[in-house]
């Protein structure tokens, strides 16, 4: 065959090649959106009880039954009624026990701001709720601890993502279309 043969065979079925070249444009966009990327913070915190003024001490005081009320302190941070009150569309708090009484906060927000006042506001609204939830003898609340982790998701570039998708979905079209011709013939 030559050259004009091939030109003819393509413009014959360019409607079919350029229709699985958007598909693949779009299938490519589609889930990119899907792949945000954004920032990820991390900070540990220790979960202490202060005594009542009455008892003689004013420094926190670690809690007799520590693993409970750590495990506690996890399942009250992770519903989603708490959640729902911090978080925005996009955005996730993790909540992880690292050990007795010690808690790990992970945020993940579109900026790093956002991030870090997501687990700031999680630690306010945790230590506003203990009140209610332990009694007013017992005040328990959170206290940072460690120094923040901070990292990077990647996120895709729609513009690449959907380009390739573009080329590799017209690559495969004309890879139909050479099979097509090739069996006919």
Same mark, same amino acid.
């Given at each position: 065959?030559? #050259?004009?043969?091939?030109?003819?065979?393509?413009?014959?079925?360019?409607?079919? *090649? &350029?229709?699985?070249?958007?598909?693949?444009?779009?299938?490519?966009?589609? #889930? =990119?959106? /899907?792949? $945000?990327?954004?920032?990820? !913070?991390?900070?540990?915190? #220790?979960?202490?009880?202060?005594?009542?003024?009455?008892?003689?001490?004013?420094?926190? &005081? *670690?809690?007799?039954? $520590? !693993?409970?009320? =750590?495990?506690?302190?996890? $399942?009250?941070?992770?519903? $989603?009624?708490?959640?729902?009150? *911090? #978080?925005?569309?996009?955005?996730?708090?993790? &909540?992880?026990?690292?050990?007795?009484? &010690?808690? /790990?906060?992970?945020?993940?927000?579109?900026?790093?701001?956002?991030?870090?006042?997501?687990?700031?506001?999680?630690?306010?609204?945790? /230590?506003?709720?203990t009140a209610s939830l332990f009694g007013q003898n017992e005040k328990i609340k959170l206290t940072e601890i460690g120094e923040s982790f901070e990292s990077l998701r990647p996120?895709?570039?729609?513009?690449? =993502? =959907?380009?390739?998708?573009?080329?590799?979905g017209a690559a495969f079209a004309i890879f139909a279309v050479g099979l097509k011709t090739y069996f006919k013939l």
């Amino acid at each position: 065959m030559e #050259l004009k043969d091939y030109w003819q065979i393509l413009k014959k079925n360019l409607a079919f *090649i &350029v229709f699985l070249a958007l598909l693949g444009a779009l299938f490519a966009y589609l #889930l =990119t959106s /899907n792949f $945000s990327g954004g920032q990820r !913070v991390q900070k540990h915190y #220790l979960l202490i009880e202060e005594q009542a003024a009455g008892e003689g001490f004013e420094s926190p &005081v *670690i809690f007799k039954e $520590s !693993v409970d009320l =750590t495990d506690t302190a996890v $399942s009250i941070l992770q519903t $989603s009624d708490f959640k729902k009150e *911090i #978080l925005k569309n996009q955005e996730n708090l993790i &909540v992880k026990k690292e050990a007795r009484q &010690v808690l /790990n906060l992970q945020a993940e927000a579109s900026e790093r701001e956002r991030a870090f006042e997501i687990i700031k506001t999680a630690a306010e609204n945790f /230590n506003g709720m203990t009140a209610s939830l332990f009694g007013q003898n017992e005040k328990i609340k959170l206290t940072e601890i460690g120094e923040s982790f901070e990292s990077l998701r990647p996120a895709f570039d729609k513009k690449i =993502t =959907t380009a390739f998708g573009f080329l590799l979905g017209a690559a495969f079209a004309i890879f139909a279309v050479g099979l097509k011709t090739y069996f006919k013939l």
